[in-house]
């Protein structure tokens, strides 16, 4: 992981608008990404990556009636350290509630989505990677395509996840998919860091994104900080610009 990437604005949406390297992607459609037959696993390392990082390959999957699996590794019940309007205990319950409704505004069909909360503690993922492995594992077919955090997007939770999740599908034989959620901050445009030669575009309608836009605004929680203690939202106004391109990026 890089160290400690997360920090300040990031790199700003005008910069990735003008990468070559992303600019010159291939795009690829979600049928072929999960062919008919197969069940799509999403393995998400807290409440709202699931949306963040496939919000629009979610709404695609569900008009092409694939099967669909959430994993909630963790509650995210750390995203408000020392927060009293935010407590972990309040968070726990608010941000997998916050998760259903971002899944009902895509229009997700809740009542046939397979939804586990694995209940990993949130920021100690890495510490109990083995076992993450193991509860995957014990969840994949061979004909799953896994789709979860890049194992180097620059969060310990996200990188501990993508980790498992790939041991987990290699393990059963399943295809993995990852997808970058925070190398959109901490990467430049043109960063050899980035496996642009597995990278695949996915590409987003202007009704699918408006619809990934209300769908992010279910996390209330997220876009909140606490003045009283100096926080600021995770989810600020130039994070969500970068997750609202009109397309999604996986690496195959």
């Not at 990031?10 to 070559?20: E, F, K, N, V, Y």
């Not at 390392?45 to 694939?66: F, I, K, N, S, W």
């Not at 397979?114 to 193991?134: P, T």
């Not at 996915?202 to 996390?219: N, Y």
Request: net charge neutral; proline share 8%.
């Amino acid at each position: 992981m890089k160290t400690n990437p997360i920090v300040g604005q990031g790199t700003p949406l005008h910069l990735w608008q003008s990468s070559a390297h992303l600019t010159q992607l291939p795009y690829i459609d979600i049928a072929e990404l999960v062919p008919e037959g197969s069940r799509a696993v999403i393995i998400a390392p807290h409440p709202d990556d699931e949306v963040l990082g496939c919000g629009g390959l979610l709404q695609g999957l569900a008009a092409l009636g694939r099967p669909l699996q959430l994993i909630s590794v963790t509650d995210g019940s750390a995203s408000h350290p020392g927060s009293r309007r935010w407590p972990a205990q309040r968070l726990s319950v608010v941000r997998p509630q916050e998760s259903a409704q971002a899944l009902h505004r895509l229009g997700l069909p809740l009542h046939s989505l397979k939804w586990l909360r694995a209940g990993f503690s949130d920021s100690h993922v890495a510490a109990q990677e083995d076992e993450l492995r193991q509860f995957i594992q014990r969840h994949l077919k061979p004909t799953d395509v896994v789709l979860t955090t890049w194992r180097e997007d620059g969060h310990c939770d996200h990188e501990a996840v993508g980790r498992a999740s790939a041991n987990a599908a290699r393990a059963v034989g399943a295809t993995l998919l990852e997808l970058p959620v925070w190398t959109w901050h901490w990467a430049t445009p043109e960063d050899s860091q980035i496996p642009w030669h597995r990278a695949r575009k996915i590409p987003l309608t202007t009704d699918v994104v408006a619809r990934k836009r209300h769908a992010i605004h279910a996390f209330a929680s997220q876009l909140e900080g606490d003045p009283q203690i100096g926080l600021p939202p995770v989810l600020a106004p130039y994070v969500l610009e970068r997750l609202l391109q009109p397309f999604e990026v996986v690496f195959v």
